[in-house]
């Protein structure tokens, strides 16, 4: 498979990748780990000639055929789903291409050469499965919650997440070789992101893939590399073996270093004893040179130093009365309901995740709470002291992106000062001149970060959240369920991280394709056995 050798890129005078070798084995699924900003996307983007490596080599086997997520969808896409979908096997397309054109020529003039050349064609489009390929663009399609009713509509109909998620079903329909996804899940429900995860399972090349999230790492990943300090570490297992063997590295080098400052101390300590006497001067230039060996020795022996990491405390301000929220046979939606007659009651302390597909009303319902939407029909009635914080999904819907970080916090809440606003946003990793830039230029990650600042000060005792994991990585994510299991108020959220949902929640909300919606205490797997119990649909599970 794909050799790297001596690969070094920079940004200016500061090096992202330097003098990093690997050798991609074939059939493995790998894991690319590390934190924001240690150049993951960069060397996907290299791998992919998408971007260009200051030095080095990067060889690939002739015939390898690439899949690769783009970040964007095609600006310019076909007429129809389907239609844009059967494009991504793009060879296979080109070989029906030029076969009809053969069948064309032979009609127009036919000769035994026209019918060899068709015949040929013809037989090469049958071996690979040209005839399949309509019936595995459909299933591919379904599986990633796709209908029959969206084949024939435009992809430009599409919202901006289910045409990534179109994009994906592009890239797999083209069977690649060597499989590269970067962050594959963000667009995807629960019930396709399952399904996602079973499809790479038996995904027969090599696949390589940045993902935050834990469950998928450690359901997926059969090698894991960690990019850190520019360079590439392969461990063998998932994310959590990685873990573990990455914690022994760094104890046994620590232990050696300590070893090594142990014999350093007391050379010196011969050294300057015996430094004057004349009798010890060869003992002594011995011991200095000694010194010097083991200088050496403890620069070579690397003990990772961790990054900075984002600090969250939530303060629920004020408590609410015992009953939060009481919804009775709402209906959510914009023009035509997405969701009818939904009831759910919540008590202070519950924290509630809201799971299903996409597109079934799951925002909607949030919005509709705090009124941006409004509720088609029945009662909702917010408890005694209520005080609602939200964070939407796609930060610039509530924040001024023409702002700047430290402006969009003191706007949330003009009560706080500068200084307490400038040190909230330090606790998350923006820090000096980083306040002073406006939302605009700020990456996603750092977006999200100043939207849960923004929710801080809202001093708020019941908390929405509309994926509030997105584009944070998976340190920051934990850090974030620790400070939601701390905080002594509600929370309503809706999330598509497995791994999250279970550290935080307290109950399932669980809505369905028809309109309903049940209450379930415990985490997923609660869920799974309680519905099952009920009699109730499992969400969890793609049609």
């Known amino acids: 498979m794909i050799l790297i050798q001596n690969l070094t890129k920079k940004f200016g005078h500061r090096f992202i990748l330097d003098n990093i070798n690997y050798h991609f084995p074939e059939g493995e699924r790998i894991a690319l780990v590390g934190a924001n900003g240690?150049?993951?996307?960069?060397?996907?983007?290299?791998?992919?000639?998408?971007?260009?490596?200051?030095?080095?080599?990067?060889?690939?086997?002739?015939?390898?055929?690439?899949?690769?997520?783009?970040?964007?969808?095609?600006?310019?896409?076909?007429?129809?789903?389907?239609?844009?979908?059967?494009?991504?096997?793009?060879?296979?397309?080109d070989l029906e291409r030029r076969r009809d054109a053969a069948l064309e020529l032979m009609g127009q003039d036919y000769t035994d050469e026209h019918y060899f050349a068709y015949e040929k064609l013809e037989a090469?489009?049958?071996?690979?499965?040209?005839?399949?390929?309509?019936?595995?663009?459909?299933?591919?399609?379904?599986?990633?919650?796709?209908?029959?009713?969206?084949?024939?509509?435009?992809?430009?109909?599409?919202?901006?997440?289910?045409?990534?998620?179109?994009?994906?079903?592009?890239?797999?329909?083209?069977?690649?070789?060597?499989?590269?996804?970067?962050?594959?899940?963000?667009?995807?429900?629960?019930?396709?992101?399952?399904?996602?995860?079973?499809?790479?399972?038996?995904?027969?090349?090599?696949?390589?893939?940045?993902?935050?999230?834990?469950?998928?790492?450690?359901?997926?990943?059969?090698?894991?590399?960690?990019?850190?300090?520019?360079?590439?570490?392969?461990?063998?297992?998932?994310?959590?073996?990685?873990?573990?063997?990455?914690?022994?590295?760094?104890?046994?080098?620590?232990?050696?270093?300590?070893?090594?400052?142990?014999?350093?101390?007391?050379?010196?300590?011969?050294?300057?004893?015996?430094?004057?006497?004349?009798?010890?001067?060869?003992?002594?230039?011995?011991?200095?040179?000694?010194?010097?060996?083991?200088?050496?020795?403890?620069?070579?022996?690397?003990?990772?130093?961790?990054?900075?990491?984002?600090?969250?405390?939530?303060?629920?301000?004020?408590?609410?009365?015992?009953?939060?929220?009481?919804?009775?046979?709402?209906?959510?939606?914009?023009?035509?309901?997405?969701?009818?007659?939904?009831?759910?009651?919540?008590?202070?302390?519950?924290?509630?995740?809201?799971?299903?597909?996409?597109?079934?009303?799951?925002?909607?319902?949030?919005?509709?709470?705090?009124?941006?939407?409004?509720?088609?029909?029945?009662q909702a009635e917010l408890g005694h002291n209520v005080r609602i914080g939200y964070h939407a999904q796609e930060q610039l819907d509530y924040l001024d992106e023409k702002k700047t970080a430290l402006e969009n916090v003191l706007a949330i809440n003009p009560e706080i000062s500068e200084q307490r606003a400038r040190s909230l946003l330090g606790g998350f990793l923006l820090r000096g001149d980083d306040v002073f830039k406006k939302l605009s230029i700020l990456s996603g990650g750092e977006k999200n970060r100043v939207g849960l600042c923004c929710l801080i000060v809202q001093n708020a005792n019941f908390l929405l959240l509309d994926e509030p994991t997105n584009h944070l990585d998976m340190s920051s994510a934990n850090i974030l369920a620790n400070a939601l299991g701390d905080y002594e108020g509600t929370v309503l959220f809706v999330s598509h991280n497995r791994a999250f949902i279970n550290d935080v929640a307290t109950h399932i909300f669980a809505m369905t394709a028809d309109g309903r919606g049940g209450l379930f205490e415990g985490t997923l797997a609660d869920y799974e056995s309680q519905a099952l119990s009920a009699g109730f649909p499992n969400v969890l599970k793609a049609d």
């Open 124 to 378: 090469e489009f049958q071996e690979l499965g040209g005839y399949g390929l309509s019936s595995d663009t459909k299933g591919l399609l379904i599986g990633l919650g796709f209908t029959q009713d969206h084949f024939d509509r435009s992809p430009l109909e599409l919202s901006g997440g289910w045409r990534m998620r179109l994009e994906l079903a592009k890239v797999l329909i083209n069977k690649p070789d060597f499989l590269i996804l970067d962050e594959p899940t963000n667009h995807l429900d629960l019930p396709s992101l399952i399904w996602l995860e079973q499809f790479l399972q038996t995904f027969k090349g090599t696949l390589l893939f940045v993902s935050h999230d834990r469950d998928l790492l450690n359901r997926l990943a059969t090698i894991t590399l960690h990019l850190f300090n520019q360079k590439l570490t392969p461990y063998k297992g998932n994310f959590d073996a990685f873990l573990d063997q990455y914690e022994q590295r760094q104890l046994l080098n620590a232990n050696e270093v300590k070893n090594i400052q142990n014999r350093y101390a007391d050379i010196e300590k011969f050294v300057d004893r015996f430094r004057a006497k004349q009798s010890k001067a060869a003992q002594v230039r011995s011991r200095l040179k000694m010194l010097s060996r083991l200088r050496s020795l403890e620069e070579s022996v690397q003990i990772d130093q961790d990054p900075s990491e984002v600090s969250i405390q939530l303060s629920n301000g004020n408590p609410s009365g015992k009953h939060v929220l009481n919804l009775k046979e709402v209906a959510i939606g914009y023009t035509k309901p997405l969701a009818k007659k939904l009831s759910l009651k919540i008590d202070r302390g519950q924290k509630i995740a809201i799971i299903g597909a996409n597109g079934i009303g799951k925002s909607t319902l949030l919005k509709s709470i705090i009124h941006q939407i409004p509720f088609l029909m029945g």
């Open 38 to 93: 240690a150049g993951k996307s960069t060397l996907l983007n290299i791998i992919c000639n998408l971007d260009e490596a200051e030095s080095g080599q990067l060889i690939k086997p002739k015939k390898m055929v690439l899949g690769y997520l783009p970040q964007e969808p095609n600006p310019t896409p076909k007429d129809t789903i389907l239609e844009e979908c059967l494009e991504g096997s793009y060879a296979l397309r």
